[in-house]
């Protein structure tokens, strides 16, 4: 039962015994709200119509309370929210005259506002809904808007049609950002038309950044797609001009673009403006990509449509019906088709010179794809030549200079070839070695006319020097014409040219300008010695030699020496003795040392075959000073064995000697075994001795042990029980020295380690080095004692082999020994008699 609140005497038999506290304190403080509140509290677990009784009693006497209304339509909406609307809609108008009543003096609170706009939004009540919403519009400051307009939208799609449309057109004056809002409602409500007309709008601002994070481009993509989609309903753009700024917008998307375009007339029906859409597109873009885009877009439409045509004459010819016109229609349609399919290769070609108009390769493509069209093989050719930028052109631009000539050539137009190797040799190409091969295919084609004095004239003309004939050869700025004359590829032809067709003196004065020019290189100077030779000026061949050695330094005149001598020396053998020595001298006067060895070794054999035996070892001995480090084993090896050959095995020794001397540890070992078993051979047994002793310094027990056996064997053989315990002495002392040395490194490397954590720990280092000082001078503690009997070990070490090389020592060739003082320290006799295996 409802209670109306403007009659309070209906209401007072609502009054039960508990409320009469309640009652007295509202009496007494009618305006407190508190009293009120507790009052309210005190009835919520009561009827609906005694809470209304206290609510209109309350209101009454505040009627600004905002606490209040608020609970107030709290309660009266949740009362009837699970009510249907439309049977119980004396319910709802209740409510509805509360929130009217509430808003006389609430009409700037927002949330009053929203909660009648939510409650009028389940009435069904549409025109009613939107005035109130546009009253609290009106009501509310601005700044309030936007939540109004949330719920306002809300309502708008869910009501739809005009009603949306026109509440988002209002809400866009106030948000223009949200029109990808509107335009999705738009489409949803198939108003293709105003949705295309905001899209393209929000296309050209640049302004504008998409809520949903969407990229200028895929705006356009979504445009060309609704226009292409629906293209009878957009009636108020024009929609070529769009698709095309995207064109030139959209430099990636190009095909996709074009497509859409076509599409767009496609669906038009319009199949002739399609086609010719097409046409431009494969015609215009730049990427191979894009043009398989647009190629297999334009052939899948043709063959739509002639589907389409085929089945239409099928069933004409299953009726009976003739239609010449559909007929020639169809026939045409096809012959299109087929002329497309024929043409791919050409546009694609047409796309790749478009990317890159000096693309040299590309062009001779072209060229190919017309080879059964000598007409347009010439037009080709001819637009290639007007095309390419000389300077920029990839590939080799003279190739296709010289292939026009020889299609010339080929087809017998002999005249019209000359002409165009005559225009050719105009072209400032990007690189002089380019216009010297087309000058080298120009003579070429003479040759091959037989034209051979054609042919020299036009190598003459080549190499024809300019008025400044001192000009770089790698001056880049200067025109090729003017460079080519000193072109080492042009000359070397044209002295090939000079010897196959030419005379001896036309050729040598090729071969003396190319000297001149100072051009040539090693091939050339061998070449020219090798036709003079062939020709018997042997002379005058030694005397390009000798100008080539002066051309070059070293590495590369060593080649130009080695063939010179080994030619002068088959020439004159011993006749010119003197001046074979003076060459060879010269020769070696600045040769590195890493080449000088075959030039001694050719040196003396030349005085072993025509001088004398003692020059040859001179010049073996000056080998053995002057070669690299690489070569100087090997040297010594050779100067031993012609020694030895020449002199006797005795001559060797002071080779022998020097050798051991010169050469490094590992070389002088094996040259001391060698010189141990000449010795041994020869009976010098305490000399071979003495060799093993001073070898042994060189050879670790634990790394060479095939020299302490091939001593060991040697005293085996010849030495007696003395001279094996002092080999094995020597062994312990080497052997010592060399675990010596690897403890002292280990200790020394430990001290240093204690050191630094003893520092780190303290900081304070006793003894810390300065710059330079080495490790040994750290002082650590705890570490000093086992140093100094590293260190003592190690001298005492070195002692012992000093005091054996010195008892071991090289016996002069000149003193004989006394064997029975073999040894210098006197035998125990009760010294064990120890084999080599007991050694360790």
């Given at each position: 039962m409802e209670v109306d609140g403007n009659d309070e005497n209906q209401g007072f038999y609502m009054i039960e015994e508990l409320d009469i506290p309640f009652e007295e304190e509202i009496l007494r403080n009618p305006y407190t709200l508190k009293s009120w509140l507790r009052y309210i509290d005190h009835k919520s677990e009561q009827q609906l119509t005694q809470q209304i009784f206290v609510y209109e009693r309350a209101l009454k006497e505040l009627p600004g309370s905002y606490k209040l209304w608020k609970q107030y339509l709290d309660l009266r909406r949740e009362h009837v929210q699970e009510l249907n609307p439309v049977r119980f809609e004396k319910e709802y108008l209740k409510v509805n005259n509360c929130f009217e009543r509430a808003l006389v003096l609430l009409h700037k609170m927002p949330r009053i506002w929203?909660?009648?706009?939510?409650?009028?939004?389940?009435?069904?009540?549409?025109?009613?809904?939107?005035?109130?919403?546009?009253?609290?519009?009106?009501?509310?400051?601005?700044?309030?808007?936007?939540?109004?307009?949330?719920?306002?939208?809300?309502f708008a799609r869910s009501v739809g049609g005009e009603t949306a449309i026109r509440l988002y057109r209002r809400y866009l004056k106030l948000e223009p950002d949200r029109v990808e809002e509107y335009i999705e409602l738009l489409l949803s409500l198939n108003r293709y038309d105003e949705a295309a007309k905001r899209l393209a709008q929000t296309v050209n601002n640049d302004r504008f950044q998409s809520m949903f994070g969407k990229s200028n481009y895929q705006?356009?993509?979504e445009l060309c797609d609704l226009i292409c989609e629906h293209p009878r309903e957009i009636k108020s753009l024009k929609v070529e001009p769009i698709i095309r700024s995207g064109i030139r917008r959209f430099t990636d998307q190009v095909g996709r673009l074009w497509n859409s375009l076509a599409n767009y007339w496609i669906k038009l029906g319009h199949f002739e403006k399609a086609r010719d859409v097409f046409e431009e597109g494969i015609s215009t873009v730049m990427t191979v990509r894009d043009?398989?885009?647009?190629?297999?877009?334009?052939?899948?439409?043709?063959?739509?449509?002639?589907?389409?045509?085929?089945?239409?004459?099928?069933?004409?010819?299953?009726?009976?019906?003739?239609?010449?016109?559909?007929?020639?229609?169809?026939?045409?349609?096809?012959?299109?088709?087929?002329?497309?399919?024929?043409?791919?290769?050409?546009?694609?070609n047409d796309v790749l010179l478009r990317q890159n108009p000096n693309n040299v390769h590309e062009w001779e493509k072209r060229v190919s794809l017309w080879k059964d069209n000598h007409t347009k093989v010439v037009e080709t050719y001819t637009k290639a030549m007007r095309t390419?930028?000389?300077?920029?052109?990839?590939?080799?631009?003279?190739?296709?200079?010289?292939?026009?000539?020889?299609?010339?050539?080929?087809?017998?137009?002999?005249?019209?070839?000359?002409?165009?190797?005559?225009?050719?040799?105009?072209?400032?190409?990007?690189n002089v070695n380019d216009l010297a091969a087309l000058w080298c295919e120009y003579a070429e084609m003479e040759l091959r006319l037989e034209n051979y004095n054609k042919a020299l004239d036009v190598m003459g003309r080549a190499t024809v020097p300019p008025r400044n004939p001192n000009v770089d050869f790698r001056d880049e700025s200067l025109p090729v014409q003017l460079r080519v004359f000193k072109s080492i590829k042009l000359w070397s032809f044209y002295v090939d040219l000079e010897e196959s067709i030419g005379t001896i003196e036309s050729t040598r004065a090729v071969y003396d300008r190319i000297l001149?020019?100072?051009?040539?290189?090693?091939?050339?100077?061998?070449?020219?010695?090798?036709?003079?030779?062939?020709?018997?000026?042997?002379?005058?061949?030694?005397?390009?030699?000798?100008?080539?050695?002066?051309?070059?330094?070293?590495?590369i005149s060593f080649e130009i020496w080695n063939v010179?001598?080994?030619?002068?020396?088959?020439?004159?053998?011993?006749?010119?003795?003197?001046?074979?020595?003076?060459?060879?001298?010269?020769?070696?006067?600045?040769?590195?040392?890493?080449?000088?060895?075959?030039?001694?070794?050719?040196y003396g054999k030349l005085e072993e075959d025509y001088g004398l035996a003692r020059h040859a070892m001179r010049i073996y001995d000056r080998a053995t000073r002057s070669v690299s480090d690489e070569d100087r084993f090997e040297m010594f090896n050779f100067y031993i064995a012609k020694a030895s050959a020449n002199f006797g095995v005795t001559y060797t020794r002071e080779i022998y000697e020097r050798a051991i001397e010169v050469l490094p540890d590992k070389e002088a070992k094996d040259m001391s075994l060698k010189y141990a078993e000449l010795e041994r051979k020869l009976g010098e047994i305490d000399r071979a001795r003495a060799l093993y002793a001073h070898a042994s310094q060189f050879c670790d027990p634990r790394t060479v042990p095939s020299f302490w056996q091939t001593w060991h064997d040697f005293e085996v053989k010849h030495g007696n029980e003395d001279t094996f315990k002092e080999m094995l002495r020597i062994k312990r002392s080497v052997q010592a020295q060399y675990n010596t040395e690897v403890n002292f490194i280990s200790a020394q490397i430990l001290a240093t380690r204690q050191a630094q954590q003893s520092g780190q720990e303290s900081g304070q280092v006793q003894g810390v080095p300065s710059n330079g000082s080495s490790v040994s001078e750290i002082s650590v503690p705890g570490t000093s004692n086992a140093m100094q009997i590293a260190e003592q070990e190690a001298m005492q070490t070195k002692a012992n082999l000093t005091s054996v090389s010195k008892s071991m020592t090289f016996v002069p060739s000149s003193t004989q020994v006394n064997k029975e003082n073999v040894s210098s320290n006197p035998s125990n006799p009760d010294e064990i008699t120890m084999d080599m295996d007991d050694d360790l």
């Open positions: 929203l909660d009648y706009c939510s409650f009028m939004m389940n009435q069904c009540r549409v025109t009613k809904t939107r005035r109130i919403f546009d009253r609290a519009l009106k009501a509310l400051p601005i700044t309030q808007h936007p939540r109004i307009w949330e719920l306002y939208l809300k705006l356009w993509m043009f398989t885009q647009i190629f297999d877009t334009y052939a899948k439409a043709e063959e739509t449509v002639i589907e389409r045509k085929m089945e239409e004459a099928a069933e004409r010819a299953e009726e009976g019906i003739d239609d010449p016109k559909a007929d020639l229609e169809l026939d045409l349609r096809l012959m299109r088709f087929e002329q497309l399919m024929d043409r791919r290769p050409f546009l694609v390419i930028d000389p300077k920029k052109a990839t590939g080799k631009f003279h190739v296709l200079w010289t292939n026009f000539a020889k299609f010339y050539e080929q087809g017998g137009d002999i005249e019209n070839a000359r002409t165009i190797f005559e225009k050719a040799t105009h072209v400032d190409f990007k001149e020019l100072k051009i040539a290189n090693p091939q050339i100077i061998i070449n020219y010695a090798n036709f003079l030779e062939e020709n018997k000026y042997y002379e005058e061949s030694f005397k390009v030699y000798e100008r080539g050695v002066e051309l070059f330094n070293y590495p010179y001598l080994t030619k002068f020396i088959n020439r004159y053998g011993g006749l010119k003795l003197e001046r074979a020595r003076d060459l060879f001298e010269q020769a070696l006067e600045k040769c590195p040392p890493k080449y000088a060895k075959p030039l001694y070794l050719m």
